[in-house]
């Protein structure tokens, strides 16, 4: 399995992070590990172009509905 691997993308351009998702597709990537520092504007199924999506959170983020179950998918 394929897997595309980022993190901090707190202070990055979601189009810095579509391009990047759509070089992953083109290598054949089947999901997306997130190590961290995300932020809630960046939980979009479509900016991970529908990938599953496994994401680290920090402790004050599990109270944040943006950040529940199923955002983004998977």
Known sequence: MKML???DTHGIEEGIIKSIVEIGKKWGVEIVIHCGDIVAKHVKNELFSNF???CAIVQ???DD????EGKPSG
Do not use: A, R, Y
């Open 52 to 54: 599953p999506v496994i």
């Open 5 to 7: 691997v980022m993190s």
């Open 60 to 62: 004050n983020q599990l």
């Open 65 to 68: 509905p943006v950040f529940g």
